[in-house]
């Protein structure tokens, strides 16, 4: 079976500053990773994603992520977070080669960008 | 929230009482999905179709029934069989080109059980 695991409910962080929000997964087999936003009441927005190749992605609105297969992390970053940023943001993840396409999602990070 | 249209945006049912949910995509994608979101789990999988007139139960299947006659829509029925339904609920649409694969989501329902 496959899981996320986003261990942080909420991360707090100034504008301007860096941010980091973690995730954690457990598969067999290799990975497919996403990272989605959410602003209230409203439907996910994908951020970004990994598939295979450089452990680095780049994805939407400054936004990347760093893959680490030894560690199983996929965490997001972001150089300056905006107070804008501030939203609910998921990691999910799909295994490559088998049927099953839906994603298992984490529990989700609420991110609050203080002004 | 793309080409995906979820209706209604609210939705309250009473006891017993069986509710359809809207779910069209103008997207062209071959695979459509239904999540169930509820404060603090994240979102769980209740049914998916990856190809016309077939679907295959997700990790939350039970009280729930869905159709896929059209590749552009896959309508959910939340029956009186669930016993806690109240709950935000995503649908999502993905596509195979250049295997890529990634799900985009449309705007929610949220349904309240009165």
């Known amino acids: 079976a496959q899981s996320v695991a986003q261990p942080e409910d909420q991360v707090n962080v100034a504008e301007g500053n860096p941010l980091t929000v973690k995730c954690t997964y457990s598969v067999s087999g290799n990975p497919y990773l996403f990272w989605y936003v959410q602003y209230p009441n409203r439907g996910l927005q994908f951020l970004l994603k990994y598939i295979t190749g450089d452990n680095l992605v780049k994805g939407s609105y400054g936004f990347e992520a760093e893959f680490n297969k030894s560690q199983t992390s996929f965490h997001l970053k972001k150089p300056s977070a905006l107070v804008s940023d501030s939203a609910l943001y998921f990691c999910a993840v799909r295994v490559m080669d088998t049927g099953r396409r839906a994603l298992t999602f984490g529990s989700g990070t609420r991110l609050q960008v203080q002004p | 929230d793309g080409g995906i249209t979820q209706s209604p945006k609210y939705l309250f049912r009473k006891e017993g009482q069986n509710v359809t949910l809207s779910c069209e995509q103008n997207?062209?994608?071959?695979?459509m999905y239904w999540y169930r979101q509820d404060p603090g789990q994240g979102l769980r999988l209740i049914y998916y179709?990856?190809?016309?007139?077939?679907?295959q139960k997700g990790d939350i299947a039970e009280g729930y029934s869905v159709s896929r006659e059209k590749k552009e829509s896959f309508p959910l029925t939340v029956t009186s069989a669930q016993k806690n339904p109240t709950a935000f609920y995503l649908c999502?649409?993905?596509?195979?080109?250049?295997?890529?694969?990634?799900?985009?989501f449309g705007p929610g329902t949220r349904l309240t059980v009165l």
């Open positions: 179709s990856q190809i016309v007139n077939d679907f």
């Open positions: 999502a649409s993905s596509d195979r080109t250049g295997g890529l694969d990634t799900q985009y």
């Open positions: 997207l062209n994608h071959d695979a």
